[in-house]
Each structure stands twice: as C-alpha cells, then as structure tokens.
C-alpha cells in the first residue's frame, strides 16, 4: 500500500520530484528545446531522467497520496503541526511522523518586533526567546499512539549520541535520528531507548549519487511496520 | 545595442527567466505531459508562454550576454562587488551599477562566531555588527565614472525621501530608487539630488501583471544615455 505523505514545509522550500529541477540548479529551461513545428520538447539526452520524476509525480496527483502543508514563521509551524498531528491521531499507531524540518531554536515573539525596519546607525542587539520544546505535549496529548521520529543535529561528535537519548527520555517518543552536520548526507545513527543503527553510505554509493533517505525510510517504515503489529497485541 | 548583464545574486535566489518557473510556484512539472510516443512536451494551454520565455532564454545563452555570479554571506557580497566593480571601472561612464540586493544591514564576524552549534538552554542575545557602508568607497574610488543606481526601502513614508537624499549627499552617486516595502512592487520614486520622479503602476497595469521593473528600467536607460553623453562633452 505504502504511504500517503502530508509535507509540511517552509514557503518556498524544496520540494518532492520538483526538487530534482530547482530553479537554480539544474534549471529546467536548459533542458528544453524549440521543436521545427513550434512546440516545446525535452532535449532527448535529459528525457529519460525527467520522465521517471514525471511520470511519479503524476501518479501522486492522480492517486492524491501527497499534500502540501506551507507555513512561515516558527510560530505557523508549531500551530500547525499540533493542529495536524491532532486531526491525524485518529489514525492511532498507524500514522508516522517524521519530523525532519530544522525548527529555530530562537525566535523574537511578535510583541517584541518593531513596527518599522530598524535604522542602522551602529551595532544591533538581538534578545531571542527559545522555542518552546513541542515533541512533550505532542506525544503525550496531541498523538500519543503515533509512532514518531525526530532528528537531532549537532556540529560536535562529543555531544551528538547523549543529547539523542536524553530527547528520547525526556520526550518519551520512538525514534531520534542523530546526524552531525559535515556529514548529514552520508551517515546518520537510529537511536532507541535500547539500541543504536547505524546507517552509511558506501563509497560507491556516494558516487552514484544514492541519497541517504533511500537507506532510512525502508528502515523506518520496517519499524513502524512493528509498532503497529505490537500496538495490536495490545489491543487483543 | 542593449546592455550585457552581470547578474550577482545571492545562491539559489531566483533568477532571471526561470523565475517564471520557480520550483514553489508555477511548478514546470505542472505544465509537462508524457505523449504516447514516449517523449516528453509541454502542455499546449501553457506552450506560448513557456516558448516566449525559453527564447529570450536561449538567445541571451547564445550571445553570452548574461552572465551569473553568486555569494553567500555579505562578506562575500562585498569582495565580490568591490573586484567586479573594480574590473568594470575599464568601461567608465558607459557601465550602469544597479544595486538592487538587500544588502543586510547588520552581520556577525567571523572571529566572533561560536564553532559549534549554540546549544538551546534559555533564550539568546546576539550581538551584530553594522555591515560597512561600501557606497562611499565604490563611488569615489572603485568606479568614479560609473552610473550608479541604489535602492533605498523604508516602512516608514515619513522618513523615505529624506533618508534618500541624505544617501545621494553622503555617497555622491546618481539615483536613489526610494521605495516603501508594503508598495514596493507598484510605486517607487527615482531621486537625484534635484528632482523626485514618481513610477506608479495603473490599477489596469497591476491587474495585467505588469511589473514596475518594465517602468523603472526604460527610465534608468534614458538618464543613463544623458550620463554617457554628458561625459562626453566633459572629455572633449
């Protein structure tokens, strides 16, 4: 059966299929040609590229198993997501949550912004407020049966394993995938409560360009696929 | 004859031409159908808009007269525009600098950034840099010749025309396109240092999704030819 997906992203971001033709790299206008008769076509060279990504991006469209979900400032994020994951609970254990937007850990509330652009006349100090931490309240109130993964990201190895865990503990969720930022691309660990996976690319597969998401979604998905099997022991 | 173009830009801005088919908004995959043959065209309901653009496209790769240049941080922005500007001083007066990037005012330096992630344990207070004033330098010693044209935005009217004019006094280049960010895409004002020239756009315009870009620039190219033959007289 596979997934329907809800893609909440920040306006403008990169997005699924579309991603492979952004309109700074790989900008699609090179790749296509005037035809003799007036129309427009695809250079044959990049053809066969560009009908794979069509051709599922128009069977999402069809099927409709993919929405769009935009938001801007962190505030917009937080209440949509709590308004999402809340809809969504009733799908119980059988929804994942895959939280893979690198939320602010700052922000400046709306009561403290000025009303007009502030003039630059020497330096600037900026007080921020620390987003408030949503993975407690979603797992215990907003989806308590959802099986849900979050990523942490840190720039020093020292700290990356503990903090993951302690995210665990503290928020009480499933999954904790740990990526350092150098290498976020090429190498990242699945941490439970009781175990550490460790997932990387191969030399070879960097070569060709494998993306490290083709590596963790079948092992999430392989996961979850437990958590609803153990979610109906429960229930019997 | 028209003008050659450097188009420096911030990585991954939007761009000219592809920007019609950005990767968020009017999506190309959206306008691309898989024909029975196999090979890939575009839809004809969206064909002569897309061909229109594709042509200019084409016709500016063909004659090379665009070419791209991005940075990053304001740093590089600003050794980017001084080694340009520098390069370009060789075309005097016939070369027209039209600062259109907004340009942060504020930054933090290198040597004062932390190497590792901040760490999200309370709130944050930064302390910004003002990012140094490079009109003055580039009108007096980079390009002296040079037709230079900044832009001015402000929230506030009351202060628009007057920090304009202060700009033109301060740094001593040719035009400040003043403009107010709520209204910026259907009025701004061209100031010199004796004359105020409105460009607004007609409600029949805004609705035929004319840009005000298609005003301003016809505007500055005229200003621009006076400049060039004004130099002359002097050289003579």
Chains 1, 2 share one sequence.
């Not at 330096?123 to 942490?152: A, E, H, R, Y």
Request: contains cysteine; hydrophobic residues 40%; proline residues 4%.
């Amino acid at each position: 059966m596979g997934y329907a997906v809800i893609f909440m992203h920040r306006q403008f971001s990169l997005q699924p299929y579309s991603r492979h033709y952004s309109h700074s790299k790989n900008c699609f206008l090179d790749f296509m040609e005037l035809k003799s008769d007036g129309s427009i076509g695809v250079n044959s060279k990049y053809a066969p590229k560009m009908k794979a990504v069509l051709e599922k991006y128009q069977e999402f469209k069809k099927n409709e198993t993919l929405l769009f979900l935009d938001f801007v400032t962190v505030a917009d994020y937080l209440f949509l997501l709590r308004s999402v994951t809340r809809i969504m609970s009733a799908l119980k254990e059988h929804a994942m949550y895959y939280l893979a937007a690198a939320v602010s850990d700052f922000f400046i509330p709306a009561q403290k912004m000025p009303q007009h652009k502030i003039q630059s006349d020497g330096g600037l100090t900026l007080t921020m407020d620390q987003v408030p931490k949503f993975l407690k309240p979603m797992v215990t109130n907003w989806v308590p049966c959802g099986f849900i993964v979050s990523f942490k990201l840190e720039t020093d190895p020292a700290l990356l394993v503990d903090k993951s865990r302690h995210a665990l503990t503290r928020y009480g969720h499933q999954i904790v995938i740990a990526n350092l930022l150098a290498i976020r691309k090429r190498e990242v660990i699945l941490i439970t409560r009781d175990s550490e996976f460790q997932i990387k690319l191969t030399e070879d597969e960097i070569a060709e360009n494998i993306e490290i998401e083709s590596r963790i979604i079948p092992e999430l998905t392989k996961r979850h696929d437990e958590w609803i099997r153990n979610a109906d022991h429960v229930d019997m």
